[in-house]
């Protein structure tokens, strides 16, 4: 049974590594979705250019990390009612900040955080606008702490996994 190799963002790999891993999540979650096309289905969103995406950031003020401008550029979103964690695209991103979406998201410690994409089907994936680290906000109010994107990557595809297995 494959189990993601979840590492610490930039610490154990070089960059190019941790590119081409991001990638390989995406292409088993595609596989994934395609072989068990009656019990999975995701959804993802045609790629953005990387001008598309500066433009995205100029017009909602804040500035991507590295690591999210290089999944918009593999993929502009993915949803599914089976994965950990749907990944919205730019567009739901600023229609939801232009609705004042993230006025509620704003913790005793003064940050402000813009919502990037539901983790389950109450949470929601934060990222710190200053700063760029990721949160996730449970349903409950609990904040965790998370390291990469490609941790939630690796958390989609073992509960895939786990979904597949009384498939």
Not at 79 to 101: P, Q, R
Not at 137 to 165: H, P, Q, V
Request: hydrophobic share 35%.
């Amino acid at each position: 049974m494959y189990k993601c190799e979840c590492s610490t963002f930039l610490l154990k790999y070089d960059y190019k590594e941790w590119i081409i891993m991001l990638k390989e999540e995406i292409e088993i979650m595609k596989l994934l979705s395609e072989k068990y096309s009656e019990n999975i289905q995701i959804h993802f969103e045609a790629p953005k250019k990387i001008d598309e995406i500066r433009t995205f950031e100029k017009k909602i003020g804040i500035q991507l990390s590295a690591e999210l401008r290089e999944l918009y550029q593999l993929t502009n979103g993915f949803n599914s009612f089976m994965t950990y964690m749907d990944l919205w695209s730019l567009e739901m991103i600023i229609e939801h900040f232009n609705e004042g979406y993230n006025d509620w998201i704003e913790e005793d410690d003064g940050n402000r955080y813009i919502v990037l994409g539901s983790d389950g089907p109450c949470g929601f994936l934060l990222m710190e606008i200053t700063t760029g680290h990721y949160l996730k906000y449970g349903d409950e109010g609990e904040i965790t702490n998370i390291d990469s994107i490609k941790d939630l990557m690796c958390w989609n595809i073992d509960a895939l996994y786990d979904n597949m297995r009384g498939f």
